[in-house]
């Protein structure tokens, strides 16, 4: 049974479930699964938990784990097959190598891996198709992280595994599995693991390559399916940033797991940090997150009309806030799994927010007063600077300008009209030189992350609200940071636009459910 959504946000509602095949199964089917497919005419496709640029989906998903009571899968990695819904081993191993990899997190604990495929993406869009398989690595981890949530489950990024370790444990570097088919790279490997059934003081942050490379010589089988008939077109642009971005280095960090003692204060008083939660009458109780994650879609149209109230204006973005000054395991989910200091900021071109004046405002989610003090030094000397009236104390939104924000927001988002037919549209802007300064090349793909991470947030927040959403990939970023004053000298970036607002359907399709009968 599906907990409540909103129980997604206060942690001590929702009991670690066992895990079984059937919460493996469900675990898969919020974070990668098909939700329904989609007819017109005679084409067909599928829509899945995890939203994608174009629907063209270059993300897969895999599964590492050892000997589980009860649990008839045998050690080792499996591929998810969404179509299937199953499970394709790859690697074989004994419970005794399993064990091995996985010693140092907390008992029961298992590995789960990404990867995207560029030309999934590139055949349609380009060079764009890397920053989207990156957007989409960050939507899928939101998916992952909600999931687990769902069962009772913690999950993290395991940040400091290098590259070459991620493909060595997902097979990507048999070159072999893939002679004929399109290349797939590593993304990231997470670990999910079962809070108040653990006797670890830390959690690790990275998997020993050495064990890796030594399981990575066992009994694999399987080969990687071809996708297109005529040879993929080279896009050397999409290589060159790869090699750029390839994480090479190790980093053996850890993170300290405390006692799970949760609170419902905010922000996160002595357990892990909790999000406002909606109030609803009797007549509107709150939907169930199974039914949040089913229903999701990306928005293909706004009506132009629709608003929302403030509260609930104020409740969306405070879910995306991530509370960076807290210990990662005690930040509110989803932001316990990316194991980084926050450094993605919202640009918001408001149009139909019942309660505030329409116009351009900031976001500052990684907020201090030295952080404040440069976005002010760094952005137009006219910009106002004030809190609109009812935004809690505790959320940094600042008014900037006042105004009908909707053709800007439009052109700067390659003139759809989505960005200014919506309630309110965004601009995701990053930390950018700082960050690369701080880590390195390779953190450029983590940008992206964070940016895919919070969108999954507002997708299933729009949802919630009777709403819907969607990204917006293509952009025009010197003219956005034209109007917020950063062009032509700036440390800050815009990585992803994102939309919300009331959806005008497309009466012509026909839904059909993603498994027959779906999956009960």
Known sequence: MSPPYEDLYVSSRIFSQPLTVESLSRFFEYALSITAWKEYGDNRWALRSNPSSGNLHPTEGYLFLGEVPGLSLTPGLYHYAPKEHGLEQRLACSGKEAQTALKDFPAGSFLVGLTSIHWREAWKYGERAFRYCQHDTGHAIGTLRIAAATLGWRLTVLAGTSD??????????????????EREYPELIAVVWFPGKTTSETLPLFLNPEVVSKLAQGNWQGRANRLSRANPILWEIIDDVTEASWKSSQEAEVTPLFPLSY????????????????????????????????????????????????????LMLDRVMPQGDLELMHRPIPWDSIPWPPTIHLALFVHRVDGIPPGLYLLIRNPDSEKLQDFKSSMHEQFLWTTPDGCPKDLPLYLLEDGNAQKIATQVSCWQEIAGDSTFSMGMIAEFDAAIDKYGPWFYRRLF????????????????????????????????????????????????????????????????????????
Request: proline share 6%; hydrophobic share 35%.
């Open 164 to 181: 070459g370790t991620v493909s060595d444990l997902l097979g990507l570097s048999r070159r072999n599995d893939f002679l004929d088919a």
């Open 263 to 314: 609170s419902l204060s905010h922000p996160g008083g002595e357990g892990q940090g909790e999000g406002r939660s909606t109030k609803l009458t009797p007549d509107h109780p709150h939907p169930l997150a199974s039914q949040i994650i089913h229903q999701r879609r990306s928005a293909v149209a706004f009506d132009g009309k629709t608003s929302i109230q403030a509260d609930r204006f104020f």
């Open 449 to 520: 992350w964070e940016t895919g991470l919070i969108g999954q947030v507002l997708y299933l927040e729009a949802e919630a609200a009777g709403i819907r959403s969607t990204g917006i990939g293509c952009f025009f970023d010197d003219p956005v940071h034209r109007v917020l004053g950063f062009f032509p000298h700036t440390k800050f970036q815009s990585l992803y636009h994102f939309t919300v607002g009331g959806p005008v359907e497309d009466t012509r399709l026909t839904t059909l459910p993603p498994y027959g009968e779906g999956l009960e």
